[in-house]
Nanobody
Framework: QAQLVESGGGLVQAGGSLRLSCAAS????????MGWFRQAPGKEREFCAA????????YYADSVKGRFTISRDNAKNTIYLQMNSLKFEDTAVYYC???????????????WGQGTQVTVSS
């Protein structure tokens, strides 16, 4: 099993930036597809971004494309979500997820972090 711990959430004004981090405990972290999801109050969990094992390929939801950037540092067993031009609608709990086996960018994630709150003020 892999343990994922998110950090970096907080309160930010609309138009501002925030960087989320997700540290993984697994020694096989470098083999996983990693993703960021979010869940706003009263809404279903929503896919945001994903990155393959090497960091050479990424995939974004239309709602965040052009504003968010996912990256990974395998030497540190960490992925990041750089969030720019934040909107009030980005307010949610953001979750880090790992996919040990699968081919979908969006589905089939095996491990999940506890989440970190991002609040964007308008």
């Amino acid at each position: 099993q892999a343990q994922l711990v998110e950090s970096g959430g907080g309160l930010v004004q609309a138009g501002g930036s925030l960087r989320l981090s997700c540290a993984a405990s697994s020694r096989t972290f470098g083999l996983y597809r990693m993703g960021w999801f979010r869940q706003a109050p009263g809404k279903e969990r929503e896919f945001c971004a994903a990155i393959n094992w090497s960091g050479g390929s990424t995939y974004y939801a239309d709602s965040v494309k052009g504003r968010f950037t996912i990256s990974r540092d395998n030497a540190k067993n960490t992925i990041y979500l750089q969030m720019n031009s934040l909107k009030f609608e980005d307010t949610a709990v953001y979750y880090c997820a790992a996919q040990s086996r699968g081919s979908s960018w969006i589905l089939g994630y095996d491990y999940w972090g506890q989440g970190t709150q991002v609040t964007v003020s308008s």
